[in-house]
C-alpha cells in the first residue's frame, strides 16, 4: 500500500511539473510568423509616422500646452 502511494506521488508530482510532449517532441512555436508580424507591425508604424508627423507633434504640443494652462 505504501509503494502504492509513493508511486501515485510521484506520478502527480511529475504531471504536475513535467512539460506536456507533443507528439513529434519538436514544437517550438511560429518563430518565422512572429518575425513578420513585428516586422510588418514595425513597417506599419513607420509609413503612418511618414505620412501623419506634422499633425502628431502639432498634437502632442496642442496637448502638453492644455496640460500647461
Known amino acids: 500500500m505504501k509503494k502504492l502511494l509513493t508511486?501515485?506521488?510521484?506520478k502527480a508530482l511529475l504531471?504536475?511539473?513535467a512539460p506536456?510532449?507533443?507528439k513529434?517532441?519538436?514544437e517550438r512555436g511560429d518563430v518565422p510568423g512572429w518575425?513578420?508580424?513585428t516586422m510588418m507591425t514595425a513597417i506599419l508604424v513607420a509609413a503612418i509616422l511618414?505620412?501623419?508627423q506634422d499633425a502628431l507633434i502639432s498634437m502632442f504640443n496642442n496637448?502638453?500646452?492644455m496640460?500647461?494652462?
Open 7 to 10: 508511486d501515485t506521488y510521484i
Open 15 to 17: 504531471a504536475v511539473f
Open 20 to 22: 506536456l510532449d507533443t
Open 24 to 26: 513529434d517532441g519538436t
Open 35 to 37: 518575425v513578420m508580424v
Open 50 to 52: 511618414v505620412v501623419a
Open 63 to 65: 496637448a502638453m500646452a
Open 67 to 69: 496640460m500647461n494652462r
